[in-house]
């Protein structure tokens, strides 16, 4: 038995999944201020003490980190930048915070400059006296060596809440991508940390003792417990969900767009013949590229609960979410309330959202019913423009899956799949807007619930082999070995698989569920004088995506 919750940022999700069967499902309003309430009272709905002891695992899904990026309710965070020679620091540039100290370690991870430990402490000294409590340290090459970025850890850190190495993030080289990945890791962390905090309270209280996973963005999961390091891996884990719990609904075999509508915002994703779209290089939130493997997604800031404000005689929908639907106590109005006055959504106090529209139709001179049609109206058009943008984007590039680039593909869709709390009233106008035929899967209140439950854990792993050094590095676990001057591709790619498998294993995968893959291995001469003195081979190995073991795509949840 596996239990699926999704929390997001206006509702909390819960599904009870036996042999591939749903048994039972809830949804509560998230209390953003005590999750432990949100997460006891959706539970109290589906386990009790004869069916928790049947438990195998806990499966979560967040939206949290995602709606903090997206809101701009983040942390704020210092980044020290070592950047050696080539582009100038303001091609580095993430924020107001940023640092550039001296210092360089080449492409082969030799130190050709030291750290200045007088910067360093000037840099200590400012975080100090702006109150900055975070920082990001990022060296353009510590995925070859990291020993700057812990020796500027170890003076710039002294007596902040945290700090974030550049080279845990990722083994790839992407310079600014890893700056972007290390600062937005920083950003969340005192969010996700809150949060986990909060899920182990939970498990705790309900007597819950079965392993606990996290959703990440490539739709896989990772313990609990080691995602507090790695936050940024669970950005987009909400819009990841879905995606998952799509693929567990239905048997699309055609090009698809799939909306998880929320409270908060709505994520776009695109399936090319029926198989999700992958972020080839990482995906990308707010405009920040990162080096987090993910599934091709996009969340806008527009949902249900969008706050709807009036600007000299005009009305704006979002970004911004401020409390619950008018309808429901919040103090604005919103799309929600717009669907109650125009009697498309039955939730709810309908006096209430007539009169948070009042004014609204006030200023537009129109009936209350009339406003909430041009509210509706607006919110639908904000979303399948966000929509239509995302697909020229992805055409205008090479179309990569979670399987493989598909060459020259042009996507095309004419499904729509629509999921989340205002599915039902949105979808069929929303297919009439993106010429797609509109469907709503089955449990698509709960998708996203479902699709954390049956994702499998994955991860990925780059091996740097280095023959004139004789040294093997995983960067991204802190790892490095001798090796012989005869080591080979075949090598690395043998260390590469024993080395990801034993890290899954300690992740929580299930022995059938490693299905290890080969995604890079490239192999480069390294000449001095005219001579072959060695090589350097880079190998990067993948669990795929996908769902667990013996589940086959809509499968019995929909019996």
Not at 209 to 233: H, N, R
Not at 383 to 412: C, S
């Given at each position: 038995m596996i239990l699926g919750i999704d929390v997001g940022g206006t509702h909390t999700d819960a599904v009870l999944i036996d042999r591939f069967s749903v048994l039972n499902k809830a949804k509560v309003l998230t209390d953003e201020q005590n999750l432990l309430n949100s997460l006891l009272a959706v539970t109290n709905e589906l386990i009790d003490a004869s069916n928790v002891r049947r438990l195998e695992r806990v499966v979560l899904s967040t939206t949290i980190s995602t709606n903090a990026i997206v809101q701009n309710k983040v942390d704020r965070v210092g980044m020290v930048v070592v950047s050696g020679p080539g582009l100038p620091p303001c091609h580095y540039d993430v924020n107001q915070d940023t640092y550039f100290l001296s210092?360089?370690?080449?492409?082969?991870?030799?130190?050709?400059?030291?750290?200045?430990?007088?910067?360093?402490?000037?840099?200590?000294?400012?975080?100090?006296?702006?109150?900055?409590?975070?920082?990001?340290?990022?060296?353009?090459?510590?995925?070859?060596?990291?020993?700057q970025e812990f020796e500027l850890a170890d003076i710039v850190g002294e007596q902040l809440h945290h700090v974030s190495l550049g080279h845990r993030m990722s083994g790839?080289?992407?310079?600014?991508?890893?700056?972007?990945?290390?600062?937005?890791?920083?950003?969340?962390?005192?969010?996700?940390?809150?949060?986990?905090?909060?899920?182990?309270?939970?498990?705790?209280?309900?007597g819950i003792d079965v392993p606990i996973y996290i959703l990440k963005a490539d739709g896989g999961t990772f313990e609990i417990s080691q995602s507090v390091e790695f936050p940024v891996e669970t950005i987009l884990s909400g819009p990841a969900a879905s995606i998952m719990g799509i693929m567990a609904t239905t048997a699309c075999a055609s090009d698809a767009i799939a909306l998880d509508i929320g409270g908060t915002t709505t994520d776009i994703a695109v399936f090319a013949d029926g198989v999700p779209l992958?972020?080839?290089?990482?995906?990308?939130?707010?405009?920040?590229?990162?080096?987090?493997?993910?599934?091709?997604?996009?969340?806008?800031?527009?949902?249900?609960?969008?706050?709807?404000?009036?600007?000299?005689?005009?009305?704006?929908?979002?970004?911004?979410?401020?409390?619950?639907a008018a309808a429901f106590g919040g103090p604005f109005p919103t799309p929600t309330d717009a669907m109650i006055v125009l009697g498309i959504s039955s939730i709810g106090n309908p006096a209430k959202a007539a009169d948070s529209l009042r004014p609204i139709a006030e200023a537009l001179h129109c009936p209350v019913v009339e406003a909430a049609g041009k509210i509706f109206e607006e919110t639908c058009l904000i979303i399948a423009d966000h929509v239509r943008n995302f697909v020229e984007e992805i055409n205008e590039q090479p179309v990569y899956t979670i399987h493989e680039m598909l060459e020259g593909k042009k996507l095309t869709p004419r499904l729509l799949y629509v999921v989340g709390g205002p599915a039902g009233p949105l979808a069929p106008e929303l297919g009439k807007l993106l010429a797609c035929e509109p469907h709503i899967p089955v449990h698509a209140e709960i998708s996203n619930a479902i699709g954390a439950a049956l994702a499998?854990?994955?991860?990925?792993?780059?091996?740097?082999?280095?023959?004139?050094?004789?040294?093997?590095?995983?960067?991204?676990?802190?790892?490095?070995?001798?090796?012989?001057?005869?080591?080979?591709?075949?090598?690395?790619?043998?260390?590469?698989?024993?080395?990801?498998?034993?890290?899954?294993?300690?992740?929580?995968?299930?022995?059938?569920?490693?299905?290890?893959?080969?995604?890079?291995?490239?192999?480069?001469?390294?000449?001095?004088q005219y001579a072959t003195t060695g090589k350097n081979m880079r190998v990067k190995v993948q669990i795929k995506p996908g769902c667990i073991a013996d589940f086959k795509l809509g499968d019995a949840l929909c019996r």
């Amino acid at each position: 038995m596996i239990l699926g919750i999704d929390v997001g940022g206006t509702h909390t999700d819960a599904v009870l999944i036996d042999r591939f069967s749903v048994l039972n499902k809830a949804k509560v309003l998230t209390d953003e201020q005590n999750l432990l309430n949100s997460l006891l009272a959706v539970t109290n709905e589906l386990i009790d003490a004869s069916n928790v002891r049947r438990l195998e695992r806990v499966v979560l899904s967040t939206t949290i980190s995602t709606n903090a990026i997206v809101q701009n309710k983040v942390d704020r965070v210092g980044m020290v930048v070592v950047s050696g020679p080539g582009l100038p620091p303001c091609h580095y540039d993430v924020n107001q915070d940023t640092y550039f100290l001296s210092g360089y370690i080449n492409h082969r991870g030799i130190e050709i400059a030291r750290i200045d430990r007088k910067e360093a402490l000037q840099i200590r000294n400012r975080f100090r006296s702006e109150g900055i409590n975070h920082a990001g340290i990022v060296g353009k090459f510590s995925t070859r060596n990291p020993r700057q970025e812990f020796e500027l850890a170890d003076i710039v850190g002294e007596q902040l809440h945290h700090v974030s190495l550049g080279h845990r993030m990722s083994g790839h080289l992407n310079f600014p991508r890893r700056i972007a990945t290390t600062y937005l890791n920083e950003s969340i962390w005192h969010i996700h940390q809150r949060f986990v905090e909060e899920v182990l309270h939970f498990v705790h209280a309900r007597g819950i003792d079965v392993p606990i996973y996290i959703l990440k963005a490539d739709g896989g999961t990772f313990e609990i417990s080691q995602s507090v390091e790695f936050p940024v891996e669970t950005i987009l884990s909400g819009p990841a969900a879905s995606i998952m719990g799509i693929m567990a609904t239905t048997a699309c075999a055609s090009d698809a767009i799939a909306l998880d509508i929320g409270g908060t915002t709505t994520d776009i994703a695109v399936f090319a013949d029926g198989v999700p779209l992958f972020e080839a290089f990482g995906v990308t939130i707010e405009g920040n590229k990162t080096l987090i493997r993910g599934l091709k997604t996009r969340s806008v800031g527009i949902g249900g609960d969008s706050a709807v404000r009036l600007h000299n005689g005009k009305f704006s929908i979002g970004p911004q979410r401020e409390g619950p639907a008018a309808a429901f106590g919040g103090p604005f109005p919103t799309p929600t309330d717009a669907m109650i006055v125009l009697g498309i959504s039955s939730i709810g106090n309908p006096a209430k959202a007539a009169d948070s529209l009042r004014p609204i139709a006030e200023a537009l001179h129109c009936p209350v019913v009339e406003a909430a049609g041009k509210i509706f109206e607006e919110t639908c058009l904000i979303i399948a423009d966000h929509v239509r943008n995302f697909v020229e984007e992805i055409n205008e590039q090479p179309v990569y899956t979670i399987h493989e680039m598909l060459e020259g593909k042009k996507l095309t869709p004419r499904l729509l799949y629509v999921v989340g709390g205002p599915a039902g009233p949105l979808a069929p106008e929303l297919g009439k807007l993106l010429a797609c035929e509109p469907h709503i899967p089955v449990h698509a209140e709960i998708s996203n619930a479902i699709g954390a439950a049956l994702a499998r854990t994955t991860a990925e792993m780059t091996i740097l082999a280095d023959t004139e050094q004789r040294i093997l590095t995983i960067a991204e676990e802190g790892y490095q070995t001798a090796i012989p001057s005869g080591f080979t591709m075949q090598d690395v790619i043998r260390t590469g698989r024993e080395k990801l498998r034993e890290k899954v294993l300690r992740m929580g995968a299930a022995e059938n569920d490693l299905e290890i893959e080969v995604v890079e291995a490239q192999e480069f001469s390294m000449v001095r004088q005219y001579a072959t003195t060695g090589k350097n081979m880079r190998v990067k190995v993948q669990i795929k995506p996908g769902c667990i073991a013996d589940f086959k795509l809509g499968d019995a949840l929909c019996r």
